[in-house]
């Protein structure tokens, strides 16, 4: 036990290189720009100030970020999503994966699951003895499962998912935005020092070394930050990007999406003001989210139902046509409407005449 304890502290403290590495540049940023540049290089002392204040509110609202995005505890389910004793007990003495699979099915009709594994089974975490909700997966770095858990970064020795994911959003913008200034207003100065404009000094190296280290971190993360813009606006996780998640009717890769709109505000909030705040403000409990129930795209346009005539007989509508069950906050598995056996759901609406309209849904095996 004692060798494995040390191996264990041993991994923690290797595990903070990153985060302590990217500390010391940014210490180094700091006194480069701020005295190197401003204070020693710059003559001008309007160009000073509005350099500074710039740079001080990008500098703060990056830190607290980056801060915010370490030092948040990932989420975990909650006890519900844990076997009750007597179940608990009967799923460890059964050997059989049907019977114990026929364990988690029971449990589970009281809990708020859309996805299965990709055989169609409860998902079920061994490790952490939990059915885990939808979205989650259990993290190996930080051995727990993680709610809506989008990768474990290194960067910032934390897992990424539901109680953090706004907070690493806001770190890539405003490291960006950081390293975006730095380069720009560095650039001047780093051509006058690289042609000789200005008089050799120890701010030389401080000014060019900046510029490159500025430019280089803004291409790596660019890319990264526009990666998961692209997936808040899809409403997936980089998990769900490279394997859909499975309901329970297959793959889909839309499942969890609801629109841009409502995409965008299940991570940053409702209320716009506090969007750019590293404050949490994203929506739901991370135990459960609405889905869209079909396989179709909110996102491409759908045709409208035209209702004309209604009194000349029936109007059937394929699922295609039909607009996503976009605010849906479901209990999916026991539900009957949604059986794999039911191939067409039919429903009769009568108007105040007794004239009858038939809208038949096709739903896809």
């Not at 740079?55 to 370490?70: A, D, E, N, P, R």
């Not at 519900?80 to 007597?86: A, M, N, R």
């Not at 803004?218 to 394997?243: D, M, Q």
Request: glycine letters at 4%; charged letters at 20%; aromatic letters at 14%.
């Amino acid at each position: 036990m004692a060798p494995t304890h040390v191996l264990r502290c041993c991994q923690r403290g290797l595990a903070w290189i990153p985060v302590i590495f990217i500390a010391l540049v940014v210490c180094w940023s700091y006194y480069a720009y701020v005295v190197e540049l401003c204070l020693l290089t710059i003559s001008s002392t309007g160009e000073k100030i509005v350099y500074l204040v710039v740079f001080h509110l990008s500098f703060v609202m990056f830190v607290w970020s980056y801060w915010k995005t370490i030092f948040t505890k990932p989420a975990n389910p909650s006890k519900e999503f844990c076997l009750p004793k007597s179940e608990k007990e009967q799923y460890e003495k059964e050997q059989r994966p049907e019977t114990q699979q026929e364990i988690l099915k029971k449990v589970a009709t009281s809990l708020p699951l859309y996805t299965r594994t990709g055989a169609g089974a409860i998902r079920y975490c061994d490790r952490c003895q939990v059915i885990k909700p939808d979205r989650c997966h259990h993290c190996s770095a930080c051995d727990m499962c993680v709610l809506k858990m989008d990768h474990h970064c290194p960067w910032v020795n934390n897992c990424v998912g539901f109680s953090n994911y706004k907070f690493f959003i806001l770190f890539l913008t405003y490291s960006l935005v950081y390293c975006l200034f730095i380069a720009a207003s560095v650039l001047q100065y780093f051509i006058k020092f690289w042609t000789s404009d200005l008089p050799e000094s120890h701010a030389k190296f401080h000014v060019l070394f900046l510029f490159f280290v500025a430019a280089m971190f803004c291409i790596s993360i660019l890319s990264l930050f526009t990666y998961h813009l692209w997936l808040v606006g899809k409403n997936r996780s980089t998990i769900e990007a490279f394997r859909a998640p499975v309901f329970r009717n297959g793959p889909d890769k839309n499942g969890f999406s609801l629109g841009f709109s409502k995409n965008i505000a299940q991570v940053f909030g409702d209320e716009k003001k506090y969007w750019l705040l590293p404050v949490f403000t994203s929506q739901g409990d991370g135990l459960s989210f609405p889905t869209r129930l079909v396989t179709i795209d909110p996102e491409q346009p759908t045709e409208c139902l035209q209702l004309g005539g209604l009194d000349k007989g029936a109007v059937e509508v394929s699922a295609e046509q039909t607009s996503p069950l976009s605010e849906s906050q479901n209990r999916l598995l026991g539900n009957d409407y949604h059986s794999e056996e039911d191939h067409k759901e039919t429903e009769v609406l009568k108007s105040d005449e007794s004239e009858a309209i038939t809208i038949s849904i096709e739903s896809e095996s």
